[in-house]
């Protein structure tokens, strides 16, 4: 059976959205997907507003732009105000609980809260929220597998950056455990909470 997942990753810029995407793009390219990668930047880089449209497939993709996400990833407030609506009936949303907070959420879709800022402020890099989420969704997809995902990190990290692999692929361990925990307990993968 051919499959197609359609996701928005959103937040503020600093905040790795395009990072998060090309290095799930390119995963997935490693596993001999069709992946299609679409940024987007507000006018200011730091602190404006960031998406990023990936798309992973077994099929040829039409597109980059992804109007109805299976997955969408928001990292700040008015991404997921922007984007909720987008997110197709009885699919997923995985919210960074440190950043959005006092929200409902549509009944119709799986919400899974992870404070992926916590925890990559608690592992020593803030930066790495990115990669909590990522790893969270990996979790609910059962893709791209760790191995893609690993080679894909190594590949972007900058030259003398190389020793911020095993923190990234800590992080990224611990928002897959987050997630996998979570949709196990009903009252967690939730709706509407």
């Known amino acids: 059976m051919m499959r197609t997942e359609n996701i928005i990753i959103a937040g503020f810029g600093g905040q790795g959205i395009v990072a998060a995407g090309r290095t799930l793009a390119y995963a997935g390219m490693t596993e001999g997907k069709k992946t299609s990668m679409l940024p987007s930047y507000g006018p200011e880089m730091r602190g404006g507003f960031a998406n990023c449209h990936v798309i992973i497939s077994d099929s040829d993709i039409a597109s980059p732009i992804v109007s109805k996400p299976d997955i969408f990833i928001a990292m700040s407030h008015p ?6 609506p987008m997110v197709k009936p009885g699919k997923t949303m995985i919210v960074d609980s440190y950043q959005v907070k006092d929200r409902e959420y549509r009944n119709d879709i799986n919400v899974i809260k992870i404070p992926a800022t916590k925890i990559a402020m608690d592992a020593g890099n803030v930066k790495f929220s990115n990669m909590v989420m990522i790893g969270a969704l990996m979790a609910v997809l059962d893709l791209p597998s760790v191995e ?19 923190l990234e692929m800590k992080v990224l361990s611990e928002g897959m455990k987050f997630a996998e925990q979570k949709s196990q307990r009903k009252d967690t993968i939730c709706y509407n909470g």
């Open 79 to 84: 991404a997921a105000d922007r984007f909720e």
């Open 148 to 166: 893609s995902m690993t080679r894909a990190v190594r590949n972007f990290l900058p030259k003398g950056k190389e020793d911020l692999l095993p």
